[in-house]
């Protein structure tokens, strides 16, 4: 046929695609890596890092004056340091590798390359992603060492309610949890060039995250209990916040893990789906809101 296209066109074409497809993941990788050092640079990491391992230090040494609850109080603080670490992340250097990069128009130098907007943002993501798990491995290491200190000083017979699951389990689903904060920075950071501004959205993102079911539930006992009021909007607004912002609240179960006690599996599966899901969504708004700016 006179339309039909050479035999070897389509092998071609194939060709083609599987080096555009591995130029990408070179791109992705060699930005993933650079935000990844970049992100080793800075002091204030190297200073959270420090603090926390303070705090698991005298959490070992103050949790003797609670004998009946010593594996308690060292892993409520040494996972809430880990936690603390993490956060170091997306409040203090996400933030400052993405929207500095556009502030300070450092951004027209990697995108002057054959680089495309989605792989910036995918590598930049993995970068922080990278460095947040390097920040709460380092930490969780330190939890570990911390509660073998604590057996060392006060007896075994006081961690008999430790779980190794369930502390694993915590960490690893506050490492989600961070992760989805990490996908809200650089969706915040793609929709505004103000450091700051991005930095306070992701603070109410936190908070927000952390509070809506608190706020939901007040809400049903003010209704059911004392029968009180409540406008529409605050309702409607309370409803769309649930939605649309990511329950971050449900990661943390520090408190579980310091009891020993273990969420179903089927939770925690629920739990790694909705960050997926909520981390791929965030990430495709700010790939398709970044690829239409216009940085001039």
């Known amino acids: 046929m006179a339309g039909a296209a050479p035999p070897g066109g389509c092998a071609k074409s194939g060709k083609q695609y599987f080096e555009i497809e591995a130029d990408s ?7 993933t890596l650079l935000s990844y050092k970049e992100g080793l640079k800075h002091r204030v990491l190297y200073g959270v890092v420090i603090f926390a391992l303070i705090l698991m230090t005298f959490a070992v040494l103050i949790s003797g004056l609670f004998l ?3 594996s308690k109080i060292i892993l409520d603080l040494c996972l809430s340091a880990v936690n603390v670490g993490g956060l170091l992340i997306p409040f203090f250097l996400a933030v400052h590798l993405l929207a500095r990069d556009i502030e300070k128009r450092t951004i027209f130098t990697i995108l002057a390359q054959p680089v495309s907007r989605s792989s910036y943002i995918v590598g930049k993501y993995l970068g922080i992603v990278l460095l947040t798990g390097t920040v709460m491995a380092v930490l969780s290491g ?3 060492l911390s509660v073998l200190a604590g057996r060392v000083v006060y007896g075994t017979r006081f961690f ?3 779980s190794m ?3 694993l389990l915590s960490i690893f689903l506050s490492f989600v949890g961070i992760m989805v904060l990490n996908a809200m920075v650089v969706f915040w950071c793609s929709v505004t060039t103000s450091a700051f501004i991005a930095t306070l959205l992701t603070l109410f993102t936190y908070l927000i995250g952390h509070t809506i079911d608190d706020v939901v539930r007040f809400l049903a006992a003010e209704i059911n209990l004392t029968g ?4 529409d909007t605050v309702r409607y607004t309370v409803e769309l ?7 971050l609240s449900a990661f943390d179960i520090k408190l579980q893990a310091a009891h020993g006690l273990i969420i179903p599996a089927a939770d925690a599966a629920f739990l790694f789906g909705y960050g997926a899901a909520y981390i791929c969504a965030a990430l495709s708004l700010a790939m398709l809101i970044f690829g239409r700016r216009d940085f001039a």
Not at 25 to 31: C, G, H, T
Not at 241 to 247: G, R, S, V
């Open 228 to 231: 009180a009021h409540v406008s």
């Open 25 to 31: 993941l070179n791109n992705i990788s060699a930005i």
């Open 142 to 144: 330190a939890t570990f």
């Open 165 to 167: 699951q369930a502390v």
């Open 68 to 70: 009946r609850d010593i």
């Open 160 to 162: 008999s309610e430790f």
């Open 241 to 247: 916040a649930k939605y649309i912002f990511p329950n």
